[in-house]
């Protein structure tokens, strides 16, 4: 690896404990709302950061074969013309190590090191009623005080690791890819995995490369496509870079914000052997949101226009994969309804001698030994690392592992009982002062352009609300349950609820199976933002604040 893991001292003044705004997490959301509240509306702001350095998503997940499936003209920042003007990229997706060394690079452009501590985790924050501020502790013990709380927490961010028997004896290296340690490399190594999501299915693709065997433990078996990864000519990218500006507006008026014209044919108005050609252009093109929503307008809608996508790709794993028992063990048959995943030869690399299946969920694991992975069947699968590629409690994970509290010492368990729910994604009722970027029900999109309109909202919330005196903003309660059912009705007008995944937080054993996004794409969200905005900002209370905090 080339690219330094952290960026250059200096942190934040360890004295400094009030201020104007606090920013939880320096991932790309955190990072921009430093750049917008301090340099752009001058308040004194302090990002917490529970990493020993920057980048979030991207300094975490070190694991062999990390990379973006967002195209790299896209993965980026917007909000700088500039900026995007004067950063290159020479692939068409982005490798783990890349994205943090261009997040290096926008730290130290706009000098962000010097209000961010790193190594300091929120382990609580309450709202203060009688100063309309917020109070923020940290697993250290100390305190910040601040007038409005931005959680930039990050969607897939808390580590999920199941507890499976025996794990503490395992005499080996057992690690979770959102932990990748630095001095582990599994080259010549025996390696097993559990779990083929989009984390896994990179892995394998990589580890089978270098590692002596590896042993992949799958439950559900997925749907991919081929992503068309590979080197992008200078010539291609400086075009790109003359036609940002209509790039970017197609992205923000887009539905998945992935940077390609969604469909508007439905798969059911055309021939077989034309849907067959325009899934073979796709394959050939790479990347799986294109596949899924670039074919036809219907696939993620209409079960018809679904099965026709999902048998495409099954004939594709049985034309690749070779060995007949692993190629049926590859084959979904539950609709192609989880987040769409591309790669670089998944199937392909079960062709390989040092590479085996176990699907689990016909001979699941009963317990990790001293030496590895035991099945029901009696087999004890020796490996020298197991990677647990399990995924993440996503969306409200991060929130609830705080001890978050708001109106009257209201924890966010208690008011998120029934689910995770917000007005906008941004905000929630009976938290004051307090925004969210990328909380529960905000759009599911390529998500940086998702991060950046989030931003741009909360921080001219924000500005307003200071020119107000610092006035506390607040969703109502009528606002959120509004929300909460726009949300549930988009979801259920597509297939996604009927797979289990992360998308509805189905991956977690005991975690309530919700809605948690709004599924009706950027470009509506933001025409709603807009909407909400002429009218008054609807939906949101804007108040006073109390004597003593002017005082
Ligand atoms: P994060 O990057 O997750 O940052 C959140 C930060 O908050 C972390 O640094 C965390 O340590 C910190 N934090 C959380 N709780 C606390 C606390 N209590 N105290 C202090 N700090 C705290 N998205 C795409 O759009 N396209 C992709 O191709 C894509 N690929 C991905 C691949 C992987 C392997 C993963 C895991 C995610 C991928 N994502 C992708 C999603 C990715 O998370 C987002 O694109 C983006 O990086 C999120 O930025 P963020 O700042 O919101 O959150
Ligand atoms: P995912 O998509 O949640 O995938 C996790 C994988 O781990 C998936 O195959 C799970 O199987 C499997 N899993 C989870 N728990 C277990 C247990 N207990 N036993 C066996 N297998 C298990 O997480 P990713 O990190 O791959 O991707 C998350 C997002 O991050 C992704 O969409 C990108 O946006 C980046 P399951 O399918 O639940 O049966």
Redesign the pocket.
Same mark, same amino acid.
């Given at each position: 690896m080339t690219t330094p893991i952290r960026a250059a001292a200096p942190t934040a003044d360890p004295t400094d404990t009030d201020f104007d705004a606090v920013v939880? &997490? *320096? &991932?790309? *959301? &955190?990072l921009y709302s430093l750049h917008k509240l301090r340099n752009e509306q001058g308040l004194r702001v302090r990002v917490? =950061?529970?990493?020993s350095g920057v980048?979030?998503?991207?300094?975490f $997940?070190r694991y062999p074969g990390?990379k @973006?499936?967002?195209e790299s003209f896209v993965?980026r920042y917007s909000f700088d013309d500039d900026l995007l003007r004067e950063y290159d990229w020479t692939t068409r997706y982005l490798e783990q190590e890349d994205i943090l060394a261009y997040i290096h690079h926008v730290v130290e452009r706009y000098d962000l090191m010097k209000d961010i501590r790193l190594d300091? =985790?929120?382990?609580g924050a309450a709202w203060d009623e009688s100063r309309d501020r917020w109070t923020v502790r940290t697993a250290a013990g100390e305190e910040f005080t601040c007038t409005y709380l931005v959680n930039?927490? &990050?969607?897939?961010?808390k580590t999920n690791m199941p507890d499976i028997p025996g794990m503490d004896h395992f005499e080996g290296r057992l690690v979770h890819t $959102?932990a990748w340690p630095e001095d582990l490399d599994v080259a010549g190594k025996r390696v097993g995995v559990i779990g083929t999501g @989009?984390?896994g299915t990179q892995f394998i693709i990589a580890a089978a490369k270098t590692a002596e065997n590896l042993t992949v433990f799958q439950r559900s078996p997925q749907y991919c496509v081929p992503s068309g990864n590979g080197p992008v000519d200078p010539a291609e990218v400086a075009e790109t870079k003359k036609n940002f500006d209509a790039i970017w507006t197609q992205v923000r008026g887009s539905s998945v914000a992935f940077g390609f014209e969604e469909s508007a044919i439905e798969a059911g108005s055309v021939t077989e052997e034309q849907r067959r050609q325009v899934f073979q252009q796709a394959w050939d093109r790479g990347n799986g949101f294109h596949f899924m929503f670039g074919t036809f307008s219907d696939i993620a809608t209409n079960p018809e226009a679904n099965e026709a996508a999902a048998t495409f790709i099954r004939s594709k794993i049985a034309e690749i994969v070779e060995d007949p028992e692993t190629a049926r063990a590859l084959t979904p048959t539950e609709p192609y309804a989880k987040r769409p995943l591309c790669n670089e030869g998944y199937y392909e690399t079960f062709n390989r001698d040092n590479v085996s299946l176990v699907p689990v969920k016909e001979n699941p694991i009963v317990r990790i030994t001293p030496r590895g992975v035991r099945t029901a069947d009696g087999v004890e699968h020796e490996v020298d690392i197991l990677v647990f590629a399990t995924g993440f409690d996503a969306v409200d994970g $991060?929130y609830r592992?705080?001890d978050l509290r708001g109106r009257g010492g209201l924890h966010i368990n208690e008011h998120w009982a029934d689910a995770p729910t917000s007005y906008l994604g941004i905000t929630t009722a009976n938290f004051p002062n307090m925004f969210m %970027?990328?909380g529960p029900n905000g759009p599911f999109t $390529?998500?940086?352009p998702s %991060?950046e309109t989030q931003v741009e909202y909360v921080a001219e919330l924000i500005e307003s609300a200071v020119a107000r005196g610092r006035a506390v903003v607040e969703a109502t309660s009528e606002a959120e349950t509004g929300w909460t059912a726009t949300c549930e009705e988009i979801a259920h007008m597509t297939l996604f609820p009927k797979t289990a995944s992360w998308i509805f937080g189905a991956n977690i054993p005991g975690k309530k199976r919700t809605v948690m996004f709004f599924l009706g794409g950027l470009g509506m969200y933001r025409q709603i933002l807009a909407d909400v905005r002429e009218n008054g900002y609807r939906g949101l209370r804007i108040t006073e604040p109390a004597r003593a905090a002017v005082a």
């Amino acid at each position: 690896m080339t690219t330094p893991i952290r960026a250059a001292a200096p942190t934040a003044d360890p004295t400094d404990t009030d201020f104007d705004a606090v920013v939880v &997490g *320096a &991932g790309f *959301a &955190g990072l921009y709302s430093l750049h917008k509240l301090r340099n752009e509306q001058g308040l004194r702001v302090r990002v917490l =950061e529970k990493g020993s350095g920057v980048g979030g998503t991207w300094f975490f $997940n070190r694991y062999p074969g990390a990379k @973006s499936d967002t195209e790299s003209f896209v993965y980026r920042y917007s909000f700088d013309d500039d900026l995007l003007r004067e950063y290159d990229w020479t692939t068409r997706y982005l490798e783990q190590e890349d994205i943090l060394a261009y997040i290096h690079h926008v730290v130290e452009r706009y000098d962000l090191m010097k209000d961010i501590r790193l190594d300091t =985790e929120v382990t609580g924050a309450a709202w203060d009623e009688s100063r309309d501020r917020w109070t923020v502790r940290t697993a250290a013990g100390e305190e910040f005080t601040c007038t409005y709380l931005v959680n930039g927490l &990050g969607l897939l961010a808390k580590t999920n690791m199941p507890d499976i028997p025996g794990m503490d004896h395992f005499e080996g290296r057992l690690v979770h890819t $959102n932990a990748w340690p630095e001095d582990l490399d599994v080259a010549g190594k025996r390696v097993g995995v559990i779990g083929t999501g @989009s984390t896994g299915t990179q892995f394998i693709i990589a580890a089978a490369k270098t590692a002596e065997n590896l042993t992949v433990f799958q439950r559900s078996p997925q749907y991919c496509v081929p992503s068309g990864n590979g080197p992008v000519d200078p010539a291609e990218v400086a075009e790109t870079k003359k036609n940002f500006d209509a790039i970017w507006t197609q992205v923000r008026g887009s539905s998945v914000a992935f940077g390609f014209e969604e469909s508007a044919i439905e798969a059911g108005s055309v021939t077989e052997e034309q849907r067959r050609q325009v899934f073979q252009q796709a394959w050939d093109r790479g990347n799986g949101f294109h596949f899924m929503f670039g074919t036809f307008s219907d696939i993620a809608t209409n079960p018809e226009a679904n099965e026709a996508a999902a048998t495409f790709i099954r004939s594709k794993i049985a034309e690749i994969v070779e060995d007949p028992e692993t190629a049926r063990a590859l084959t979904p048959t539950e609709p192609y309804a989880k987040r769409p995943l591309c790669n670089e030869g998944y199937y392909e690399t079960f062709n390989r001698d040092n590479v085996s299946l176990v699907p689990v969920k016909e001979n699941p694991i009963v317990r990790i030994t001293p030496r590895g992975v035991r099945t029901a069947d009696g087999v004890e699968h020796e490996v020298d690392i197991l990677v647990f590629a399990t995924g993440f409690d996503a969306v409200d994970g $991060n929130y609830r592992a705080m001890d978050l509290r708001g109106r009257g010492g209201l924890h966010i368990n208690e008011h998120w009982a029934d689910a995770p729910t917000s007005y906008l994604g941004i905000t929630t009722a009976n938290f004051p002062n307090m925004f969210m %970027i990328l909380g529960p029900n905000g759009p599911f999109t $390529n998500l940086l352009p998702s %991060i950046e309109t989030q931003v741009e909202y909360v921080a001219e919330l924000i500005e307003s609300a200071v020119a107000r005196g610092r006035a506390v903003v607040e969703a109502t309660s009528e606002a959120e349950t509004g929300w909460t059912a726009t949300c549930e009705e988009i979801a259920h007008m597509t297939l996604f609820p009927k797979t289990a995944s992360w998308i509805f937080g189905a991956n977690i054993p005991g975690k309530k199976r919700t809605v948690m996004f709004f599924l009706g794409g950027l470009g509506m969200y933001r025409q709603i933002l807009a909407d909400v905005r002429e009218n008054g900002y609807r939906g949101l209370r804007i108040t006073e604040p109390a004597r003593a905090a002017v005082a």
